[in-house]
């Protein structure tokens, strides 16, 4: 009976735990596939996952309908997080440029009380991810998808000001002097 009890215990806490990723789709498409009796359609669904505290992820489901594409494409963000090293200032403390594709995203630190000045796909991931003042730039590609991996992996390459001290075997107080 007790462990009945902490089971239950244990699976309401993992409820706890989910509620606090949000979810965002980006993009629902339909998408087909010629087979031998003609074309097989499915959907494909783009969703970012977010706790806007450092944690951000992208991911892609294609199934045939919407509701498990979406489904599919939360797991798939789950299993791809990054963890995103903020100011004080809830920005990033260098300009930092990602790639994916043929998306570029360039992203500037900007000031308290600037907000996140960014478009699209780009937009989406720096809400999600905490960011509350950033300038945001995307070039090239237009897909929202290949956007939004650029900007995880512009916050991938994000450093702060420790590790860069700790690289370069100095102190915090020496890095600024």
Do not use: C
Request: net charge positive; no cysteine; charged share 30%.
């Amino acid at each position: 009976m007790a462990k009945a009890k902490e089971k239950n215990k244990k699976n309401k806490r993992e409820k706890k735990e989910d509620n606090t990723w949000q979810e965002r789709v980006i993009q629902i498409r339909r998408v087909s596939k010629v087979v031998k009796g003609g074309k097989k359609l499915s959907f494909r669904a783009v969703v970012v996952i977010g706790d806007e505290k450092g944690q951000v992820g992208v991911g892609v489901g294609k199934a045939g309908d919407v509701i498990g594409a979406v489904r599919k494409a939360v797991a798939d963000s789950k299993k791809h997080l990054v963890n995103v090293n903020l100011t004080k200032a809830n920005s990033i403390s260098h300009v930092s440029n990602g790639r994916s594709g043929g998306a570029k995203v360039i992203m500037r630190p900007a000031a308290p009380g600037t907000g996140v000045i960014a478009g699209g796909a780009v937009r989406t991931v720096l809400e999600l991810a905490g960011v509350k003042n950033i300038l945001a730039k995307q070039l090239g590609s237009k897909n929202p998808l290949n956007n939004a991996r650029a900007t995880v992996d512009a916050l991938e390459q994000i450093r702060t000001f420790s590790e860069v001290a700790r690289e370069r075997d100095l102190t915090l107080e020496h890095l600024y002097a």
